[in-house]
């Protein structure tokens, strides 16, 4: 049964598709256009009540919310492709820290950063500077803790590559985007610089760019 | 080795404390004063270093992030105290799921309302009716949701009580503070209400609530 996931030319399905690029799992995507309001269809909602991507349906399995999609997979398929989890449990519980920090820290200023400086231009909303500067020095707070962590470990968890690194890709991609254009949050930390190299080279990363492009702004 | 858990007066560590008590695992409380400032002092930093509650120490392990955390002791004690994480990967898929939506949809406009309705006024700060009106709103968009939900099963993850539940305990609690006020949000909602009595009148959150209460406000 291949894996349909819906909206993969948006951030956080992307999560999703460079995850089971990671495991090796085919999967089929399901465009959904934002702009045209798809995501807000009953047919959608029946899917994911709250109108948000990703959903995965597999089989008669539906799932929603990228992070919990990840863990699902990368539990199923343990032994197949880039174990994203850790070996152990004390290595689990650090991945599911950083993916959580990635999910409640890092996320809402970014969310709020590319929504302001991308989507309100394209959907004719008038941009709120305040919330953009607000969100970067939010965004700077944190990648100083990053710069700390990363000048101890290679990836957030530990030496190894996981879902905490991974979930990261999508939204930190934005900061390079044109109409964003804060990429010196990453450039001006050594440690997140590098780590940010290593982590967006990865080929399930560089699948994910040319396969399912995000939105042109 | 005792589990040391720091700051269990505060909302996101009761969620650490109920866990802990469910799954029969004992623990020690180490006393925090937010009010004091206790977070930001640098010994708490080199433990916590975005100055947020809860950590547990355990031996020379340490984690923060309350959902990291009670994902650590669920796994680690799975067969002991309450399953708290479902049977099979789906359901365990599931409860992540819900989980997420706790900590991405749900607790944002709780804990902004939280925030300003009785920690703004006990600090001497102005509260911002606004963002209270907004909170509210789009806490009562969730729980119109919740109510279709619990509908159709009695838990939020299947017809088995799990983390997904127990993660809403500690913020849902403030509703009914005198200085919030909005229990309606619940009352109002048959099934969302039926469920909150269930999940509140479990023994570990009856324990939390006696063994380590709220501040006063």
Known sequence: MTVKVYGTAYGSPKRVVACLVEKG??????????????????????????????????????????????????????NQGTDLLGKTLEE????????????????????????QSLFAPKMGIPQDPKVIQESEAKLAKIFDI???????SKYL???????ADLSHLPFTHYLFFKGVGKEHLIRDRKHVSAWWDDISSRPSWKFVLEHHPYPSF
Chains 1, 2 share one sequence.
């Open 25 to 78: 799992i085919e999967f089929e995507a399901v465009p959904i256009d934002l702009f045209k309001g798809e995501h807000k269809t009953p047919d959608f909602l029946k899917k994911q009540p709250f109108g948000f991507l990703p959903v995965v349906e597999d089989g008669d399995f539906t799932l929603f919310e990228s992070r919990a999609i990840m863990r699902y997979y990368a539990e199923k398929y343990k």
């Open 92 to 115: 689990r519980g650090l991945v599911e820290q950083w993916l959580d920090v990635e999910a409640t820290s890092y996320h809402p200023p970014i969310y709020d950063l590319v929504v």
């Open 146 to 152: 990053y710069e700390e962590r990363l000048a101890k």
């Open 157 to 163: 968890a530990g030496d190894f590559f996981s879902l």
